[in-house]
């Protein structure tokens, strides 16, 4: 019988973040991908952007699956979802992946998160603009990741229900993820693009936090580390499914 793998994508991106994956893994585990509340059909809609109502959406997809058990791999704020309820429904879990995953410590992330909590500016694209700026900044002079990273937030940010994104940044600064991250007993795969400098600054206790992961960062990338170089995390999350641990 095959196992079950659930993707779970970031703020501003969709299911398709990671159809290669999933076109890939689906050959030896049943793939499974969901669009975030506030993300899909309700694209630019009021809605319930809870940290409550995002488990139980992931829950739902559980019940109406049939999925007992799950690997589960997400991209950037997923991380937050995909640990809650690994927290919540240890029996369901088998393996955390997270990619560009972050949590809340002292770090340049959060002066970021802060400041555009306090900071409203003009109006949310002026807001959202500022923003997206800040949250890629260049590692140098020359800096594509950056670039795109900026331009891709910005753009599908522009879609969203600008409550979405300001609740994200509350669950971040509000919740204490590291404390759920501390119970975690199942295999974790941490992959960082290495070129994703201001998110790499808030996991540099990382090895306290979870001393049984494994860290890895994908060179010549930005913070959707399997988006820019998706063959390169196809390999490395293979080999952690497959067990191989000199990845």
């Known amino acids: 019988m095959k196992e079950n793998i659930v993707f779970i994508h970031g703020l501003t991106g969709s299911r398709r973040a990671f159809k290669k994956q999933m076109d890939y893994f689906s050959h030896k585990y049943n793939t499974y991908a969901y669009d975030l509340l506030g993300h899909g059909e309700d694209r630019g809609e009021i809605t319930d952007f809870s940290l409550d109502g995002l488990v139980a959406q992931l829950e739902e997809l559980y019940e109406r699956e ?8 997400s991209i950037s704020y997923g991380c937050y979802p995909s640990t809650i309820f690994a927290s919540w429904y240890k029996e369901k879990v088998s393996s955390l992946c997270y990619i560009g995953g972050h949590y809340n410590s002292d770090s340049p992330l959060k002066l970021v998160l802060q400041h555009f909590r306090d900071n409203r500016y003009s109006d949310y694209p002026d807001w959202l603009r500022r923003y997206s700026k800040d949250l890629f900044p260049k590692s140098g002079v020359v800096d594509p990741y950056a ?3 900026t331009r891709l937030y910005y753009k599908y940010g ?7 994104l300001k609740k994200a940044i509350e669950h971040r600064l509000d919740y204490d993820l590291k404390a759920d991250l501390k119970q975690v007993d199942v295999p974790v795969l941490w992959i960082m693009g290495d070129h994703d400098n ?7 206790d ?3 936090v979870i001393p ?10 930005g913070h959707a ?11 490395m999350y293979a080999e952690f499914l497959q067990g191989k641990q000199e990845i």
Do not use: Q
């Not at 049939?66 to 791999?73: D, V, W, Y």
């Not at 049984?212 to 990338?221: D, N, R, S």
């Open 66 to 73: 049939g999925i007992e058990k799950a690997h589960l791999c």
């Open 147 to 149: 670039l795109i990273s």
């Open 158 to 164: 522009l879609e969203l229900h600008e409550d979405v």
């Open 198 to 204: 201001l998110f790499k600054s808030s996991i540099t």
């Open 206 to 208: 990382l090895d306290e």
């Open 212 to 221: 049984h992961a494994f860290y890895k960062e994908i060179p010549h990338t």
């Open 225 to 235: 580390a399997n988006m820019f170089r998706p063959f390169a995390f196809r390999r």
